[in-house]
């Protein structure tokens, strides 16, 4: 069996190290992991690669959610867009109504393509962008969504949008023949999704998708592609999208509070 390359070249010293070294032990200088281990890290518990944990994460929150919500469907009421509550200050539902889903088809339809796109924005923009992305996404598309139409909305689909709104702005900074070929498959992505909306007696909220759409173009258009791990920009990027989870996790508890204080059919 062939084994393993161990050794590498110091960027620094040139010398010759082992893939082991933290720092050269000839210049006493720190070196970084190679560039193909940052690339490619080992997969999280042996099962889900790296490049897709968010991703991963965000589609068993999404699970989870949709099975406490079959159980107790006031969960669900706590969640929705709803117009009428948004102008009375539930603001918040603007981001829990994109982790709630309507059905087992809506779930299944969304998980499918939720880890399909995201994958690729998780290993294209990272993980910080990904959230950003994501959330601001997820609220744009309801936001319009309230703005449009009145009746009740859920579904991670206009965050989805958003992240496919990411992968047609990857050709704005990028231009080549592959990041052409990304923009069109996405570009038809979004016209299917949209004249699927348009289907009769289906209920699906294309407003959500254009302003989620709309969004994610926007934020990845402004993001770029990740640079250097400790640069400034990326440590920014890191700290949003911890402001992200945090604003989401704060919007659930409204949830939760509002069901401790009953909740009311609309």
């Known amino acids: 069996m062939r084994q393993m390359e161990t050794r590498r070249m110091c960027p620094n010293c040139r010398a010759f190290i082992t893939t082991h070294d933290r720092v050269c032990p000839y210049c006493q200088e720190k070196v970084g992991p ?35 919500t079959s159980l107790d469907p006031s969960l669900f009421q706590a969640g929705a867009k709803a117009r009428f509550e948004i102008r009375q200050g539930e603001w918040w539902r603007l981001v829990t109504a994109g982790f709630l889903h309507s059905g087992l088809l809506h779930i299944g339809m969304n998980s ?7 994958s690729q924005v998780e290993q294209v923009y990272g993980a910080s ?46 231009r080549s023949a ?19 909306g348009l289907l009769p007696g289906l209920a699906i909220d294309n407003a959500a998708h254009v ?21 400034p920009a990326e440590q920014a ?21 509002w069901l401790t204080r009953g909740p009311q059919q609309f």
Not at 43 to 66: K, R
């Open 237 to 257: 990027w890191r700290v949003a999208s911890y402001i992200c989870i945090a604003i989401t996790a704060f919007c659930f508890y409204e949830a939760y509070q």
């Open 129 to 174: 962008r990904l959230l950003v992305i994501y959330f601001i996404a997820n609220i744009a598309g309801f936001y319009l969504s309230y703005l449009w139409t009145p009746n009740p909305s859920v579904g991670a689909s206009a965050a989805i949008m958003g992240l496919i709104g990411a992968m047609i702005a990857l050709s704005a900074h990028h």
């Open 34 to 68: 190679r560039a193909i281990d940052r690339r490619n890290p080992s997969p999280i518990l042996g099962l889900i690669p790296a490049a897709q944990f968010v991703t991963a994460i965000i589609l068993l929150i999404n699970i989870g959610i949709y099975i406490a």
């Open 112 to 118: 499918w393509v939720l880890f399909d796109v995201g």
């Open 178 to 196: 592959v990041t052409a070929a990304i923009r069109a498959t996405y570009i038809r992505w979004v016209i299917y999704i949209l004249l699927i």
């Open 211 to 231: 302003g989620g759409l709309v969004a994610g173009f926007g934020v990845a258009y402004f993001a770029g592609l990740p640079r250097l791990e400790d640069s």
